[in-house]
Nanobody, 115 residues
Framework: VRLVESGGGLVQPGGSLRLSCAAS????????MSWYRQAPGKELELVAT????????NYADSVKGRFTISRANDKNTVYLQMNSLKPEDTAMYYC?????????WGQGTQVTVSS
C-alpha cells in the first residue's frame, strides 16, 4: 500500500489549495479514505473522511463549510479542496487508509497559510 500526497504550499489567508493523495497497492474503491493534519506542538486531527459510497462521513468542526473531500476511483485519488484558508489551518496534512485492518499513512504535504 502506498499513499502519496501533493498540492501543499504557501498561501495567503482567504486563499485556496487542493490537496491530492494518489493511492496504490490496494483496491482503492473499496476503502474509506481520510485526511488528517498536525500542526507544530498540537495533536493529530481528523480533518475529513470519505467512504466507499462517495458520501463524506465526517468533517472536523473547524473546517466545515470550507473544506471538501472527494474521490476519483478511476484515478485512485482522493482530494481535499480547501477554501477560505486561515492561519490556523497551517499544518502537515496526511492521507490515511485502513486496508485489511492495517492503517497506512502517506508522507504528508505541508500547508502554510500566512501573509
Amino acid at each position: 500500500v502506498r499513499l502519496v500526497e501533493s498540492g501543499g504550499g504557501l498561501v495567503q489567508p482567504g486563499g485556496s489549495l487542493r490537496l491530492s493523495c494518489a493511492a496504490s497497492g490496494f483496491t482503492f474503491s473499496s476503502a474509506d479514505m481520510s485526511w488528517y493534519r498536525q500542526a507544530p506542538g498540537k495533536e493529530l486531527e481528523l480533518v475529513a473522511t470519505i467512504n466507499t459510497f462517495y458520501s463524506p462521513t465526517n468533517y472536523a468542526d473547524s473546517v466545515k463549510g470550507r473544506f471538501t473531500i472527494s474521490r476519483a476511483n478511476d484515478k485512485n485519488t482522493v482530494y481535499l479542496q480547501m477554501n477560505s484558508l486561515k492561519p490556523e489551518d497551517t499544518a502537515m496534512y496526511y492521507c490515511k487508509t485502513t486496508w485489511r485492518f492495517v492503517g497506512y499513512w502517506g508522507q504528508g504535504t505541508q500547508v502554510t497559510v500566512s501573509s
